[in-house]
């Protein structure tokens, strides 16, 4: 069983830098961190979750929401099988919770809605206030 363990979110100012981090266990030999599309996603207090970047396994393409690109980064680390959301010039409006997915059968894109990832972290903070 495939497990997801969010950490690094906290407070930050507007402006300021923030990464947070997906563990992930339980792959199997057919199935590694290579077969997985991973995804990030957040949530607003009294707002839908919301998609904000996703690497696909089988194109091998990144997708960023357009209200995160160029200020957010998704990258993957095989060696320790976590998957990174590096967060640049936060802004009030990125405060949510941040979650983390992953699924194995999605296939060419990973731009889809929450619930065609089977495998969800538990969220960690992310605030954005002064």
Same mark, same amino acid.
């Given at each position: 069983?495939?497990?997801?363990?969010?950490?690094?979110?906290?407070?930050?100012?507007?402006?300021?830098?923030?990464? %947070?981090? +997906?563990?992930? @266990?339980?792959?199997?030999?057919? $199935?590694?961190? !290579?077969?997985?599309?991973?995804?990030?996603?957040?949530?607003?207090?009294?707002?839908?979750?919301?998609? %904000?970047? +996703?690497?696909? @396994?089988?194109?091998?393409?990144? $997708?960023?929401? !357009?209200?995160?690109?160029?200020?957010?980064?998704?990258?993957?680390?095989?060696?320790?099988?976590?998957?990174?959301?590096?967060?640049? @010039?936060?802004?009030?409006?990125?405060?949510?919770?941040?979650?983390?997915?992953?699924?194995?059968?999605?296939?060419?894109?990973?731009?889809?809605?929450?619930?065609?990832?089977?495998?969800?972290?538990?969220?960690?903070?992310?605030?954005?206030?002064?």
């Amino acid at each position: 069983q495939v497990h997801l363990v969010e950490s690094g979110g906290g407070l930050v100012q507007p402006g300021g830098s923030l990464s %947070v981090s +997906c563990a992930i @266990s339980g792959f199997t030999s057919e $199935f590694t961190l !290579d077969h997985y599309s991973v995804a990030w996603f957040r949530q607003a207090p009294g707002k839908e979750r919301e998609g %904000v970047a +996703c690497f696909s @396994s089988s194109t091998g393409k990144t $997708f960023y929401k !357009d209200i995160v690109k160029g200020r957010f980064t998704l990258s993957r680390d095989h060696a320790k099988n976590t998957v990174y959301l590096q967060m640049n @010039s936060l802004k009030p409006e990125d405060t949510g919770v941040y979650y983390c997915a992953a699924d194995p059968l999605l296939f060419n894109t990973c731009n889809l809605p929450p619930n065609a990832y089977d495998h969800w972290g538990q969220g960690t903070q992310v605030t954005v206030s002064s």
